[in-house]
């Protein structure tokens, strides 16, 4: 069973996400991207979605032309978790790649 991070563990990893906010209302992180057009959004949601899939922790996100925004929390832990800080992390290394 995965647990939802203590409030000193969530601040302690969100200052190592500088690029995603915090959403109190879902004890959850989001973050919004901008890309060059449409394939290139699709292309980042496919390496995303290879890698949540290994994982077995899927993201919630939109889609809209070039821009992709991703909500991650733990259902099953009621809020955020080691889990969605490991997912963000990949996918700024994709950004960041």
Partial sequence: MIEALSEAERADALDGLPDWDYEDSRDAITRSIVFTDFAEAFGFMTQVALIA???????????VWN?????????????????????AEA????LDG
């Fill in 91 to 94: 996918i700024d290394s994709i």
């Fill in 53 to 63: 899939e290994k994982m077995d922790h899927h993201p919630e996100w939109k889609n």
């Fill in 67 to 87: 821009r992709v925004e991703i909500l991650l929390t733990t259902h099953d832990a009621g809020g955020l978790s080691s889990r969605d800080i490991e997912l």
